[in-house]
């Protein structure tokens, strides 16, 4: 059975007839949409087969309403995924950046919540301060400042370098989105560390935890600013069409929540079902390995109302992907990990190989991810163990064979385990950042990165 389907509508993985003309084989599997830069055409990618061999090949730009018959061609889609999986080929490259706008609750010495409106600025307030001082100091001028980009890492930085703000009881912080990881790793740690210090100022004994739930005491409910206490996050989408319970009241509801929403930009856009595949592929792998690892962190309460399962934005820059809690910021090796396994996700999904290689069901992803079922996300994990294991030896091309094998092996521990198998003091955020300590960029130093925790010190 075939039918005719436009480009901008076939979803990543689909079996496709290719016209003579390409000089390939008559069949090929899509491996990639993306739009030009005027929105007007497509660059398809596919993977051809010849033989036994299968080749990652770009198709020559197509006007995005082209049309190609689809085939249903399950061998050929076997094929294609068992050579992935006997590592016949690499998962196919791309380019993209990465940000964040993580929250964290800070606590007073005794435990009790430190709301962060108490010592931080707004976020107009703090944007427009990190902004003047990188004008301040930039030959270029405010061309160049634009956006969400507050400059480089250095020993003099001033404490609103990245912007640190108050959402509510959160404190939230927006480090620099860049194409190297490493550069927002050095963000994360200032942010980090800057809204200690402003929290410090207030109460000497004040410390950043990484509990990522919290209740209110009724007095605050009853006596903060409604600016204070409101929900403020504007409209998600969801791939399920899955509200949750929706926003609850402000002033009854007893809960806060601290989410860990990761931006990944392209240069590019995406068809609507790649955005689609890349979502729902972020959910089966990410979201599924966060329930895991993050098991004696998240609580199911904050799912109730956002960070559900399919929960995603559409930036300017790219995909806001807001299913995950702040977990990640407990440790740098383990922030490092999350973001270069979603990268790869994305780079697995687009290619269609989420559709072909990972077996899992919707609901039963769908499930994990609302209830935090930790169990479920280890039986899940195991069950695709070996597209699991390729995605993360993909993730650091430019590291030895030994270096890429020992982060792999360590990384698939802590994600069927829990990352306290491999990080032994994650409620440490403090000394597991190394606010005590010189911080050299790039992650030079001892179990800054993943890599470093698992193959340089152990290695």
């Given at each position: 059975m075939s039918k005719l389907c436009s480009l901008k509508e076939i979803t990543p993985g689909s079996v496709i007839k290719l016209p003579r003309a390409y000089g390939l084989n008559a069949l090929?599997?899509?491996?990639?949409?993306?739009?030009?830069?005027?929105?007007?055409?497509?660059?398809?990618?596919?993977?051809n087969v010849s033989g036994e061999e299968v080749i990652p090949t770009s198709l020559p730009d197509q006007v995005n309403t082209t049309e190609f018959e689809l085939v249903e061609d399950k061998k050929l889609q076997t094929l294609v995924a068992?050579?992935?999986?006997?590592?016949?080929?690499?998962?196919?490259?791309?380019?993209?950046?990465?940000?964040?706008?993580?929250?964290i609750f800070v606590e007073h010495g005794d435990g009790s919540i430190f709301p962060a409106w108490e010592f931080l600025p707004d976020e107009e307030t703090s944007r427009l301060q990190?902004?003047?001082?990188?004008l301040e100091r930039?030959?270029?001028?405010?061309?160049?400042?634009?956006?969400a980009s507050w400059g480089v890492v250095d020993s003099n930085a001033s404490p609103l370098k990245v912007p640190i703000y108050w959402d509510g009881a959160q404190a939230e912080f927006a480090p620099w989105a860049k194409n190297c990881l490493e550069t927002l790793h050095d963000g994360t740690r200032i942010g980090l560390k800057?809204?200690?210090?402003?929290?410090?100022?207030?109460?000497?004994?004040?410390?950043l935890t990484i509990k990522n739930t919290i209740e209110l005491p009724d007095s605050v409910l009853k006596n903060a600013d409604d600016k204070h206490i409101q929900f403020r996050c504007s409209r998600s989408y969801n791939i399920y069409d899955d509200p949750g319970d929706g926003i609850p009241d402000a002033r009854q509801y007893k809960y806060r929540c601290a989410g860990g929403h990761i931006h990944?930009?392209?240069t590019r856009g995406f068809t609507a079902p790649a955005i689609e595949q890349i979502v729902r592929a972020l959910d089966g792998v990410l979201g599924v390995v966060g329930v895991s690892l993050a098991a004696e962190i998240d609580n199911p309460e904050r799912r109730r109302t956002y960070g559900r399962a399919g929960e995603f934005r559409l930036p300017s820059h790219g995909i806001e992907y807001r299913v995950l809690s702040n977990f990640w910021l407990c440790h740098p090796a383990i922030t490092m990990l999350v973001f270069d396994l979603a990268r790869a996700t994305v780079r697995f999904a687009e290619s269609g190989l989420y559709n072909l290689c990972w077996l899992a069901d919707e609901k039963?992803?769908?499930?994990?991810?609302?209830?935090?079922?930790?169990?479920?996300?280890?039986?899940?994990?195991?069950?695709?163990?070996?597209?699991?294991?390729?995605?993360?030896?993909s993730m650091w091309g430019i590291y030895s064979p030994s270096a890429i094998d020992a982060g792999a092996k360590k990384a698939l521990l802590a994600f069927e385990n829990g990352l306290e198998s491999v990080i032994p003091y994650p409620h440490d955020i403090a000394g597991n950042w190394q606010f005590d300590k010189n911080w050299l960029s790039h992650c030079r130093n001892v179990d800054a990165s993943w890599l470093h925790l698992t193959s340089v010190r152990n290695g």
């Open positions: 090929g599997v899509m491996a990639g949409m993306e739009y030009s830069a005027d929105q007007k055409t497509i660059l398809p990618a596919i993977f068992d050579a992935f999986l006997a590592a016949k080929f690499p998962l196919p490259s791309k380019s993209m950046s990465s940000g964040c706008d993580p929250e990190a902004k003047r001082w990188l930039h030959p270029r001028g405010e061309s160049e400042v634009e956006g800057t809204i200690l210090a402003f929290a410090q100022k207030k109460d000497p004994q004040a410390k990944l930009g392209f039963e992803v769908r499930d994990i991810i609302n209830s935090c079922d930790v169990q479920g996300a280890r039986k899940l994990i195991k069950k695709n163990l070996a597209p699991l294991t390729r995605i993360v030896k």
